[in-house]
């Protein structure tokens, strides 16, 4: 949850495990480096989602759906996290230390059979039937969106019975889909998303050793997984990661991909500018109020819960305060706001980065996008991590999250032009994406002291009128000092690379092209450019 889920997975990482997750011998294969990426365009990234029933998980849905004519969906799965599980059925009790239902004053909650998860849950499936209902209007703008048929198909079932749980349980038919896409031989890298615990991607994994570990294939299967495979969370919301994964299979590349700018905490970092866009009449007019997904994506005071009961599922009511809503038996874990205002999408900041609108941030984890920037955490590195990472702004100050936070009001503008493409049957009466595009390489190499002409294109589909503004990204680049940029507001701009800048330096040079169409759209492309 929230703050929730960050301060959770942090405290629960620092705890012992309590279950055994059967003997492992440590894998042989090294840790590598960033799993490289075809360059952007060439084609979707391979993605697979496993979802707990929180909240912002189905927001985070909405947008992803959204998005599916971005990504080449290999699966949608329930999934348990530490804050979600269904239990057996069975009437078995369950208990971890260290979990939200033994602090908070909390204790005596569990050991028991489920833990807020809803007996008929099918968030997924609403989801997908909203989805079904806006895409004969959505395949109009974008006739790569999947049809609902196959996304209903990509639905599994994971491993929900208990958090952490990889050996109790044995396989779920989303651990087996996970297994089968791992295994296949398509290409990869395949971004196998956390939004909850990562058991059910633990299970695939552990399945995968317990079949082929002792056989003349285990090295070669051992390291195709390890290629293949990229963990991309939000946090690791139970054990399953540290006790298994980073053990048996360290090689496995995870991005921790943890902002506050898409989760609860949304309001604690947004900036001046951004803040419109986490207010309910900016939300009732371009999310809740818009077509099919409208009243699925959760606002304040909305009137629902995912659980009923859920003593942590405080959002439905309106008009009460902390005071009141404790009175009523909540625990009021983030203040109130207004009714009908944003709550979170804390797992979009998983796939908003795999995107492909130019800024090629799936090639790299520290070239940043949407969802964010992150660096390698130095005593992993297979880790990369968004914690701690500061950007700095045009004055240079590092507001908080700013790595993610400088996107935001692009990417919420793109979500208003989507969710308006859901009720927008002709292509002509909805706005899109400017294409953008840079002549030469987007890879240069120049010596100090070289003047690089960039050379943006653009169009627009819809014939809106463009604006261009060239920026050097210093955070992603290598080389430590700003760089002037001449004509950084026209599509023909130039840079002199320092004379102080040394061998194999890298400088990031991006140009954003908005539209002045309705909402205002932004694409963008990025120069790298290496000192030689």
Known sequence: MATGKTRGAAAAAALLAVLTLGTTEPSAAAAKPPTPAPAQGDHRPRTIVTTDPELDDSNSLVRYLLHSSDFDTEGIIYASSQFHWKGDGKGTKWWQPGREYDRFGLSGLCP??????????????????????????????????PTPDYLRSRIKVGNVQFDSDIS??????GSDRIKDVLLDDEGGPVYLMAWGGPSTIARALKSIQLEYQGTPRWPAIQR????????????????????????????????????DTWGYGARDVA??????????????????GVGPFGDFYRVWGDGKQMVKGDIFDHFGFAGLTTEELRARGYLVWTPPQQQGSWISEGDTSTFLSLLDNGLRSREHPGYGGWGGRLERNPDDPSEWSSEGVA??????????????????????????????????????????????SVRGRRDVTARPGQRVDLHARATDPDGDALSYRWWQYREAGSYPKA????RSDSARATLEVPRDAKRGQTIHAIVEVADDGEPSLTSYQRVVITVR
């Not at 109790?168 to 038919?173: A, E, K, N, Q, R």
């Not at 004055?395 to 308006?420: C, E, I, K, S, V």
């Not at 493409?421 to 909805?430: I, L, R, S």
């Open 112 to 145: 028991c059979t489920s833990w807020r998860w809803s007996e008929d849950e099918r968030f997924i499936h609403d989801a997908v039937d909203r989805y079904a209902k806006a895409y004969g209007n959505l395949k109009t703008h974008d006739p790569g969106y």
């Open 168 to 173: 109790l349980s044995g396989d779920s038919p």
């Open 224 to 259: 195709k997984v390890t290629e293949k495979a990229v963990i991309v969370s939000f946090g690791t919301q139970d054990y399953s990661y540290r006790d298994y994964i980073s053990v048996s299979w360290p090689g496995i590349e995870l991005r921790q991909a943890s902002t």
């Open 271 to 288: 900036l001046p500018g951004h803040a419109k866009y986490l207010t309910a009449d900016w939300t009732r007019k371009n999310v809740s």
């Open 391 to 436: 950007d700095r702004d045009a004055d240079g100050d590092t507001p908080p999250d700013y790595a993610a936070q400088r996107w935001f009001g692009d990417a919420q503008q793109d979500f208003a032009a989507r969710l308006r493409w859901t009720v927008t049957p002709d292509y002509d009466d909805a706005n899109h994406h400017p294409e953008v």
């Open 483 to 486: 760089v002037d940029i001449g």
